[in-house]
């Protein structure tokens, strides 16, 4: 060992390092510095890690702590007081943070770039930010956030007000905002509890293959491990999955490996190092197989089974409406095309994590990330053979996710370990295993042939459309269900044929992630649109107004919407911002999008919610849904604030089970929609007593449930009394990309039928983080794989924007009240990014006359203007 000396937060500290430590690893299992946090395991690309070393900023994944002998080491922790508050107070009034988990990294950056003696511009500040990788925002309102403390240090400039009460339509201050800035509010890596172990995993470095032997011998003879588990161990059902039980926590000897998600061993030790050591030593002995990687493949006679548990063909959606092929045939104009969408890493910033702790009384007590804590809570009890009432599940609001949680990750491998060794266990897994083990983003592949009248008006579509869902089922037929769903798009199309089609391959699995399938789809029939404006001969605005939806229409899926259409408002905001872009001869696009809100497709749907009276002064909320940096929390206090009159900072957010609030997985946007009416509902009912005379003193110790139930949606091709309704409510926006002389995008346009803004700062913040992912979708991002195995798990490579790729961004709120949605609103978190390539494709056939129709569209001199996503031609999918 060697001895450090040197000074930390102005206290000399010594410590005796291990190998090769890095300053993180010293700052945060020495010192318990929680502020500093890793994203990207020792990449140096995430900026999450960030300290300042004599002054100057540098990311303590890659710096040995042995080159520290004394130096000076200031983490945000070591920051004055009336400093922290000035940027707590700044990046909650700009509302600068999303999950938090990238927030305090880039607080100190901005503590070290408004020290100097210097006016930055915003271009500047974005340019300083490079370092820093931010899934949430988009960075338009970090860059705000920094712009507030630069001015206020430079000429005394006052902040914004804070908002700290407020109901519905107000810009309340987001709910634990500060902690999350200063990196107080713990993740699951950040909570320590006496006695803990660290756990680590086997995977599988093979997508197909037959395992003969796993020897854990040596694994378990090293020195501090405590606990190794595999298959052999789990006492319960090894066999999990939201839809079906297809997914083995841990794979068998004598079974095949599916991908390189695969979990065949996990051990637990007293530190990390030694987890990881011991996870090393695991022997496994593999007969490697052909694998099945292309999903046209897969589905032909006599392809191998991916899975033992189904047949390769995961689910088949098939849609008719009309006359097709008469329709196609009496059309003045038909275009017919494929396009292709690739897989996407959501790339949230706070790797998989779980805690799993025995309690006094017996129960076990789990620490999720995940995006539905009662099904965490249903598949960990089935694993350990135990009653459900023995699981307590608690929420750790999670560092990002996007749909990337739903699975479950390695909650039931840490559950296992810690029923196994009788001590408090957490997994934590590193960036590589991060993007290895959760869900992706389905690449596609849509064959559409539309055709349209001499007008433009749209007559009837035949679309075909084929998913790689990967090893596993996940929600991989409900994503491909919602494509064809959504195949039309918000228009209205006379006459369908659709059928969409989920496959199984041993790629890595895919399942949900914003915008659920809907992404992709959205990105073909915008370019039909495009196709058929130029043989008709109108621009793209003009198309897209001849044949929106509106009142009295047939969705794609045959349901005749009755209220909440907003599409015409949307197309009517950005009207002249495109024509306007135009006369300036600019290269313009434009594309509408549509999601859903609520699972919907004959889905029985639940929103809960218990309000808990705790003292004069507070009442606890308690939801069964997630926050994952869309602010569900704040939004549910203010519904809450609204319905009850009582000032918003009473209420104190919480997700666990305690109460059962068993709802499903927050996705589809149905967290607002159904959980917002349920915290109305609850909030209701308080406020009755409070009327009737009593105060929150008298009424503590009280109770009150609020419980909505959604039973009347269709499953697809079928009706209730003679009706098809698929879908609760629906979101509807246009969105608008101007390019630069150069054929880089400058600005885009967004305007969102939100129905009602409960939150119109964060909503507008929901929408600018959307559309930088729907930059990355369009230009830069894909994860494609060879054998089974992601070509790259580099940051950079991956291609997420940085803050100088980003344009300038306005958002246009448009309020279409939804009846069926807490005080109308209709969630806003997948819909804004739904129409994004589409624009962009559109904005790019403007400049320089060429169609693209594959994504991401890396051959664009927009994507060339972006230095992230290099990734060779040789490398994508093989079917691709």
């Not at 408090?424 to 590193?430: E, F």
């Amino acid at each position: 060992m060697k001895s450090l000396a040197f000074s930390l937060n102005g206290q000399q500290r010594q410590v005796e390092l291990e190998a090769d430590q890095t300053l993180l690893e010293v700052l945060r299992e020495v010192f318990k510095i929680t502020s500093a946090k890793d994203g990207c395991s020792a990449q140096g690309q995430c900026g999450c890690c960030l300290v300042l070393i004599d002054g100057q900023p540098k990311n303590a994944c890659v710096v040995k702590a042995k080159k520290l002998q004394g130096r000076e080491v200031v983490t945000l922790e070591g920051v004055s007081d009336s400093e922290r508050k000035l940027y707590a107070d700044a990046f909650q009034a700009a509302a600068g943070l999303q999950c938090g988990f990238c927030t305090p990294g880039i607080v100190l950056r901005t503590k070290w770039l408004t020290d100097q003696d210097r006016l930055l511009s915003r271009k500047e500040i974005a340019r300083a930010l490079d370092a820093h990788v931010c899934r949430c925002t988009g960075y338009v309102k970090v860059i705000d956030a920094i712009e507030m403390i630069q001015a206020a240090k430079r000429n005394g400039a006052p902040l914004p007000a804070p908002v700290l009460n407020g109901g519905v339509g107000k810009r309340l201050q987001r709910h634990q905002g500060a902690a999350l800035a200063l990196g107080d509010r713990p993740f699951v890596d950040d909570i320590d509890v006496p006695g803990l172990l660290h756990g680590a995993v086997v995977l599988s470095p093979h997508a197909r293959g037959c395992v003969k032997r796993i020897d854990i011998s040596k694994a378990r003879s090293l020195p501090g491990v405590v606990g190794v588990a595999t298959a052999k161990d789990v006492p319960g059902e090894r066999w999990v999955g939201l839809i079906h039980k297809d997914w083995p926590c841990f794979v068998a000897e004598g079974e095949e490996v599916r991908s390189v998600a695969d979990v065949l061993a996990a051990v637990a030790a007293d530190n990390l190092h030694t987890a990881r050591a011991a996870a090393a030593l695991v022997e496994i002995e593999y007969e490697v197989l052909p694998a099945v990687l292309d999903p046209f493949e897969s589905i032909k006679p006599g392809s191998p089974q991916v899975n033992p548990k189904h047949e390769n063909v995961l689910e088949v959606t098939r849609i008719d409406r009309g006359d097709v092929e008469a329709a196609l045939a009496s059309s003045a104009h038909v275009v017919s095309g494929v396009w292709r969408t690739q897989r996407i890493e959501h790339l949230y910033l706070e790797p998989d994590s779980s805690l799993a702790v025995p309690s006094p009384d017996g129960r076990l007590h789990l620490y999720s990330q995940g995006q539905g804590i009662f099904d965490d809570r249903a598949q960990v009890a089935s694993v350990l053979g135990i009653a459900e009432d023995r699981l307590f599940v608690e929420l750790v609001p999670c560092g990002g996710a996007f749909g990337g949680r739903e699975d479950m990750s390695v909650q039931a491998q840490t559950a296992l370990l810690a029923h196994l060794t009788g001590r408090p266990v957490r997994i934590t897994l590193s960036r590589e295993e991060t993007i290895r083990m959760h869900t992706k983003r389905h690449p596609m592949t849509l064959s559409y042939t539309v055709g349209c009248d001499a007008e433009g008006r749209l007559t009837a579509a035949k679309v075909s459309i084929l998913g790689d869902s990967g090893a596993y089922a996940s929600v991989g037929g409900k994503v491909l269900e919602r494509a064809a769903g959504h195949a039309c798009g918000p228009y209205r199309v006379p006459a369908v044929a659709i059928e969409s089609t989920a496959v199984y391959t041993n790629n890595p699995p895919c399942g949900a992630m914003r915008g659920f399938g809907v992404n992709q789809a959205s990105f073909a029939i915008e370019g039909c649109l495009d196709l058929l404006a130029a043989k008709v001969g109108i621009d793209g605005w003009e198309m897209r107004w001849r044949n929106l939806l509106r009142v009295g229409d047939a969705f794609t899926t045959g349901q005749v919407l009755e209220k909440g259409v907003g599409a015409e408002k949307t197309l009517l905001a950005v009207k002249d911002a495109y024509y306007a872009a135009r006369a300036e001869g600019r290269a313009v696009g434009v594309a509408c999008g549509v999601k859903n809100s609520g699972l919907g497709n004959g889905a029985i749907e639940y929103g809960k919610c218990r309000l808990a009276v705790e003292n004069e002064r507070m009442v606890a909320l308690y939801t069964g849904f997630t926050e994952m940096g869309q602010g569900l929390l704040t939004v549910l206090i203010q519904c809450a604030a609204e319905a009850s009159g009582l000032p918003a900072g009473v209420f104190r957010a919480r997700a666990n089970t305690r109460f059962d609030l068993g709802a499903g997985q927050t996705t589809g946007s149905r967290a607002t929609l159904l959980a917002g009416r349920a915290a109305a509902q609850a909030a209701a009912k308080l406020k009755a007593d409070l009327d009737a005379g009593a105060s929150l003193a008298e009424l503590e110790g009280r109770t009150y449930a609020g419980e909505v139930r959604i039973d009347d949606t269709t499953a697809s091709g079928e009706a209730k009394n003679g009706k098809i309704k698929t879908h609760t409510a629906f979101g509807w926006a246009t969105q608008v990309v101007v390019l630069n002389p150069k054929g880089a995008v400058e600005r885009v346009v967004a305007a969102h039928d939100v129905g009602r803004a409960i939150n119109p700062q964060q909503c507008e913040a929901q929408i600018q983080g959307a559309v930088h992912m729907g930059l990355g979708y369009a230009l830069t991002e894909e994860l494609p794989c060879r054998d089974g195995v992601p070509v790259t798990f580099d940051m950079r490579r991956i291609g997420v924007l940085r803050a100088q790729h980003m344009p300038e961004v306005e958002v246009i709120l448009v309020e279409e009240p939804e009846p069926e949605g807490p005080f109308g609103a209709k969630g806003v978190g997948e819909i804004g990014l739904v129409p994004t390539a589409g624009a962009v494709a559109a904005a790019l056939e403007a400049f320089d006359g060429k169609r693209r129709m594959t994504l991401p569209m890396k051959d664009s001199p927009a994507s060339r203007a972006i230095h992230v996503g290099r990734i060779a031609d040789g490398d994508r999918d093989q079917w691709h």
